[in-house]
């Protein structure tokens, strides 16, 4: 196989609701952090291809390939062929019920790979190198006889069980393998933290457990009442979402990775192993637009859980069990991928205030409950708390959507999710599902904040709604003004905003750059601004060129629907952590709104 580097966009992801891996599309799984998405990497290839460490299987010399996930599942399958023959590589972490785990011999965290020859015959090189704590430890492998290879640091256990004979090779281990059409090997690596480790068999074990992670995958993505356009991509992104989300507490995370460059060679690389609060109300939407009830519960109970302890301030990031993530630091030991350094660990947007949090929270509940479900006291005093904390707040200056790390202004997004966050707790009040606020003082601020974005962030010269109060920077979040239902998408003033959007951020068909600082930085075009347009022109009535950006957006997802948080215009690589959740949740939430303008649209 060739040696050259993947591109972002040549990996996959697998996972199982509290971790996942990034696999190649030659086989290598060069990114997995256990026990939790934020852990330190056991495999960090795509940060350091030296010292990360990976755990590849690919055939000898060079090789056609192609992949696929398994038909509405988080299963992927890579295909190898060349001409003496063809093998199927199976990749996965195993899921099920937790009723059906009681009756097996199932690990806390698992990774399976199986390999089977489909025709003819091919040699293999299995090739394992962990790494563990973003590749500071190179970890002694012991020969645990019938149970596998082992690796014992502190009270963690990981255990390799393979099919065939692997040899020590450096400080890794390694097999050469000849499989004949027919046959097939297994690998199971696990990992065990708090309890006794689980030595999983393999073998038939292996096929059964493959097809329960088949059937539990299939009966989640059965639960969509998705019937639109695009359903494929659709259910793909829901099954990202699904891949993000930490089953113990109903977070979502932005991203699995950290510090994949948002500029190659740069300085602009994050970690997004967290769950950002900015992403709340996109999040309910798209669950409950597709019919995944019980997912959007789990979240907005997450969601009250974790802002409880810091009420009425809320942070714009926490950790999957509602706690603040680790202060930011650089490991220098890392050269970053395509050497983009440095790589971060751990995020100081934890430290600005971003006031559109509060808009975000509020509409995440309201579209939750609905207008006829009833509040519980301590949503109540939540929303009481908001409430207040608007009136009070919504006129200081914050770091805004984008997190700028700069000097503090007032983002007309900002605004916007203020006055969001007073108009759904009016609206509730007025549902009597809220009780106890100032309806007065609510309404005179919300009458405030609207004269205010109306007046001072609109730029009668330029006509559009601009990035900031007396501002005239274009940012590509003003198309949100619709989105929230503070301006229908077909006044004059959005359709003028939307055209010095299209004029000045939009680089090539599909790509949208956030705002025009962004674009001055040479930074890639940012993916769900794409979806916003799109979003947008279904919301104005235009459907044939929302569904020109939709599916011009569509283009620049990899060979198995997987986006990124950036695109690079010139080239079209993918460009910052991969996969992205804000992205997809874009993509859904455009989809739901072409298919509902479609049905309103009039027939002729």
């Known amino acids: 196989m060739t040696t050259k580097a993947p591109k972002i966009q040549d990996y996959a992801l697998i996972g199982d609701g509290r971790s996942a891996a990034l696999i190649s ?32 299987i690919c055939p000898w010399g060079d090789a056609q390939f192609s992949r696929r996930y398994l038909d509405k599942t988080n299963v992927l399958e890579t295909t190898f062929s060349k001409e003496s023959g063809e093998i199927a590589l199976t990749d996965f972490m195993p899921v099920t019920s937790e009723e059906k785990k009681r009756s097996f011999l199932w690990p806390e965290h698992e ?17 394992f190198n962990p790494r563990l704590d973003y590749g500071r430890v190179t970890p002694k492998i012991k020969d645990a006889g019938k149970l596998g290879w082992r690796i014992d640091i502190g009270t963690d ?38 309890g006794p480790a689980v030595i999983p068999p393999l073998g038939e074990s292996v096929t059964e457990k493959l097809n329960l992670t088949i059937d539990w995958w299939r009966s989640w993505a059965a639960q969509s009442n998705y019937r639109g356009p695009y359903e494929r991509q659709v259910n793909r992104s829901a099954l990202v979402l699904k891949l993000l989300s930490y089953a113990p507490s109903g977070a979502i995370v932005a991203a699995p990775t950290t510090s994949l460059p948002e500029r190659i060679g740069g300085d602009l690389n994050w970690d997004y192993r967290f769950a950002w609060l900015r992403d709340a109300a996109f999040t309910v939407h798209a669950l409950f637009g597709l019919g995944y009830k019980d997912d959007a519960e789990a979240f907005v109970a997450w969601l009250l859980h974790a802002t409880r302890l810091t009420r009425p301030e809320l942070r714009v990031v926490y950790d ?36 559109d949090l509060y808009g975000e929270v509020v509409d995440a509940v309201s579209h939750f409950i609905g207008e006829t479900e009833k509040l519980d006291r301590d949503v109540q005093k939540m929303l009481r708390q908001c409430a207040e904390y608007v009136c009070e707040h919504w006129r200081e200056a914050d770091d805004g959507i984008w997190e700028v790390r700069d000097e503090r202004r007032h983002y007309t997004h900002s605004w916007l999710m203020c006055w969001v966050a007073l108009d759904r707790i009016l609206k509730m009040q007025a549902r009597r599902q809220l009780h106890g606020i ?32 007396g501002s005239n920077v274009i940012d590509a979040s003003a198309l949100l003004l619709a989105y929230h239902g503070f301006e229908e998408a077909s006044s004059q003033r959005m359709q003028k905003t939307r055209q010095r959007i299209r004029d000045r951020l939009v680089p090539r068909p599909g790509l949208v750059h956030r705002n025009e600082q962004s674009k001055d930085r040479h930074e890639g075009a940012f993916a769900v601004c794409s979806f916003w347009e799109a979003d947008f022109l279904a919301l104005s009535g235009n459907l044939s060129e929302a569904a020109e950006v939709f599916e011009a957006a569509l283009g620049y997802a990899n060979d198995v629907d997987l986006l990124a948080e950036e695109i690079d215009p010139e080239s079209g690589d993918a460009l910052g952590n991969f996969p992205q959740g804000f992205t997809h949740l874009g993509l859904i939430n455009a989809a739901l709104s072409l298919r509902d303008s479609e049905k309103q649209a009039p027939e002729f």
Do not use: M
């Open 25 to 56: 599309n030659r086989g290598s799984i060069d990114w997995l952090c256990w026990p939790r998405f934020d852990s330190a990497s056991i495999f960090g290839a795509i940060l350091d291809s030296k010292i990360g460490g990976r755990w590849s």
């Open 111 to 127: 990774l399976v790979r199986q390999i089977k020859c489909t025709q003819g015959e091919i040699e293999l090189i299995v090739d």
């Open 157 to 194: 256990v990981f255990t390799l069980r393979s099919q065939i004979e692997l040899v020590r090779r450096g400080d890794g281990l390694a097999a050469n393998v000849t499989l004949k059409a027919g046959e097939k090997v297994g690998f199971s690596l696990s990992h065990s933290a708090e």
């Open 320 to 355: 999957v069990f509602g706690e603040r993530p680790p202060s930011e630091h650089a490991l220098s030991r890392l050269h970053g991928y395509a050497n983009s350094r440095p790589v971060r660990i751990g995020n100081a947007a934890s430290e600005q205030l971003q006031l």
């Open 438 to 469: 100032s309806v007065g003082k609510c309404e005179s601020e919300r009458k405030r904040i609207r004269e205010e974005i109306e007046t001072h962030c609109w730029n009668p010269e330029l006509e559009v709604y601009t990035q900031a109060c």
